[in-house]
């Protein structure tokens, strides 16, 4: 009795990425993009003399701990989400959001300890690029927070929970990236300054 061996095709499964999350990645990509322009930029400019030497804010280190501490939160807010907490994504969430705002408000501090140094955003290119890294930053920031008030009122809603994560999720993406970003423009700011 001979057995026949039978050839089955494995159909594969192709990747597949929720379209909104695609754009939020390609959204992080341009913004990786421009901020590797612009520390690039400031290096060659650096490099060409006429460079206003100035300390950094102090407060960078405290704002630095805040986005820190926010990020910690909405991972929290995420866990709990994974595991049907709705009070703990709310808190979670909530306290992302106050932390976010504790971030802008310790970088407009950090502009008004510029002025006092006498370090403007006209004049010298150091202080230029100075402002235009925290004021686009703080363009980016907040539009995460503003993702992150969407989510918490679509968790008043019902909308997230273990079985619908995706806002969520792009919400945490982004928000960990932008923590990430600050981290590298400030080490780079401590590095290169």
């Known amino acids: 009795m ?3 061996l039978k050839y089955v095709d494995m159909v594969e499964q192709p990747i597949a990425m929720h379209p909104k999350k695609f754009g939020l ?17 400031y290096i060659v400019r ?20 805040i986005v820190i501490i926010s990020s910690i939160f909405l991972q929290y807010a995420y866990s709990s989400a994974k595991k049907d907490n709705l009070m703990g994504l709310r808190i979670g969430i909530t306290l992302a959001v106050l932390f976010g705002l504790g ?10 300890a510029l002025v006092d140094e006498n370090v403007f955003f006209v004049g010298n290119p150091s202080g230029s690029f100075l402002y235009v890294f925290t004021g686009l930053h703080a363009v980016h920031l907040i539009s995460g927070v503003i993702f992150l008030i969407i989510v918490l009122i679509s968790t008043y809603r019902y909308k997230v929970h273990s079985k619908s994560l995706d806002t969520l999720e792009m919400a945490t993406t982004f928000w960990h990236f932008l923590a990430a970003l600050w981290l590298y423009l400030f080490m780079f700011l401590l590095l290169n300054h």
């Open 25 to 41: 990645w390609l959204f992080l990509v341009t913004i990786v993009m421009i901020f590797a322009g612009l520390t690039s930029a």
């Open 103 to 112: 971030f802008l408000v310790s970088q407009w501090y950090s502009w008004v």
């Open 2 to 4: 001979e057995k026949e």
């Open 46 to 65: 650096q490099s060409e003399g006429n460079w206003l030497e100035y300390d950094l804010p102090s407060i960078f280190w405290f704002s630095s701990a």
